[in-house]
C-alpha cells in the first residue's frame, strides 16, 4: 500500500472509451474482484480520453491498493465490452448486465445461454479472424475470471467464475483453429457435419485421401513423409480461402463441402505428425 495524495491511473482507449462521457467529475467508490473497497470516493477527471485518469480528493494518509485500480479497470472493461443480455443482476437487481460482469455492482453474473462464441471473444463474426488478436482477448479474460481471483468470494460467484472460465476456454478453442472455427459457424446457421460418416463427401475426394493415407502408412522416409505434410498445410490453405469467399456470399452448401475436405486433409496432417514422430 502507498499514501498519496494524487494518483494517476494510465487505461488505453478500448478499455475505458466512454470514460470522458461516463466518469468525469464523478463521485465513485472503485470496488476491485477481490472483494475490496475504498475507504472513500474518488472524483474522476479526463481531459484526453484514452490518455489517463486523474484521481483526485487524496489527502495524506489515503492509501491506495495498485492492484484494486486495475482490477477496478479490468472489470470495467468487461462490463462494457460484449452484448448486453438485458439479465438481472442476481447480486444488485441491476438490469445493465453484460457478459461477464454487472455494470452497477461489478458482481460477477453467470454464464450466457445467448452469447455466441464470437461474443464471447468479442469478434466479428466473421471466418477470417485475427488469431492474435483473439489469443490476447483470451489471456486477458482468463486472468480477471480465473477461479483463483474469487477464493474468498461466495460459493456462488465461485461456480460462476469457474463457468464463465471454462466457457472462454471453449469459445477459445473452437474459433482459434479455421476447422473447428468453419464447424461452428455452419452450425450457427444450421447445418451440421455428422460425425463418423463419408456422407456429402466427394467420391474422387475419397479415393484421393485413400490413396494418401496408403502411402503415408507404407514410407519409411522422413522426406516423403515431410512432402506429404507440405502438401496437405497448401491444400489447407487454399480450402482457407475457398472456405472464406463462400461464408461471406452466404452459400452454405459449397462451405460445408470445403469442410468435408479440410476434415480428410486435417486428419491426414495428424497422422503426418505422429509418423515423424515414430521416425523419429
Known amino acids: 500500500m502507498q499514501a498519496l495524495k494524487r494518483l494517476r491511473v494510465l487505461y488505453s482507449c478500448h478499455g475505458l472509451h466512454n470514460a470522458h462521457n461516463c466518469m468525469k467529475g464523478q463521485n465513485l467508490y472503485m470496488v476491485s474482484n477481490c472483494g475490496v473497497t475504498l475507504s472513500k470516493s474518488f472524483t474522476f477527471s479526463s481531459k484526453h480520453t484514452g490518455r489517463h485518469l486523474a484521481v483526485s480528493n487524496l489527502v495524506d494518509g489515503d492509501k491506495v491498493d495498485r492492484t484494486l485500480i486495475s482490477s477496478w479497470l479490468w472489470s470495467r472493461n468487461l462490463c462494457t465490452s460484449g452484448k448486453h443480455d438485458h439479465h438481472i443482476c442476481w447480486s444488485c437487481g441491476s438490469t445493465s448486465v453484460h457478459l461477464f460482469f454487472c455494470s452497477s455492482c461489478k458482481v460477477i453474473q453467470p454464464p450466457s445461454e445467448k452469447a455466441s462464441y464470437f461474443e464471447v471473444m468479442n469478434c466479428e463474426q466473421k471466418f477470417a479472424l485475427d488469431t492474435q ?35 472462454v476456454s471453449r469459445a477459445y478453442r473452437t474459433l482459434l483453429k479455421p476447422l473447428s472455427r468453419g464447424l461452428y459457424m455452419l452450425e450457427l446457421r444450421g447445418l451440421r457435419l455428422e460425425e463418423g460418416t463419408d456422407a456429402g463427401a466427394d467420391p474422387e ?51 460445408k463441402a470445403v469442410l468435408i475436405q479440410m476434415k480428410y486433409f486435417t486428419n491426414i496432417e495428424e497422422k503426418v505428425k505422429e509418423k515423424l514422430t515414430e521416425i523419429l
Open 133 to 167: 488478436k483473439l489469443q490476447r482477448r483470451y489471456l486477458e479474460l482468463q486472468r480477471t475470471l480465473h477461479p483463483d481471483n474469487f477464493s474468498q468470494k461466495t460459493p456462488r460467484e465461485q461456480e460462476y467464475s469457474e463457468n464463465q472460465s471454462a466457457l
Open 205 to 255: 475426394l475419397l479415393l484421393e485421401v485413400m490413396e494418401i493415407n496408403e502411402k503415408l502408412a507404407e514410407t519409411r522416409s522422413r522426406e516423403e513423409v515431410d512432402a506429404i505434410g507440405q502438401s496437405m498445410r497448401e491444400r489447407l490453405r487454399d480450402l482457407v480461402e475457398e472456405m472464406n469467399l463462400h461464408l461471406n456470399k452466404g452459400d452454405l452448401q459449397s462451405a
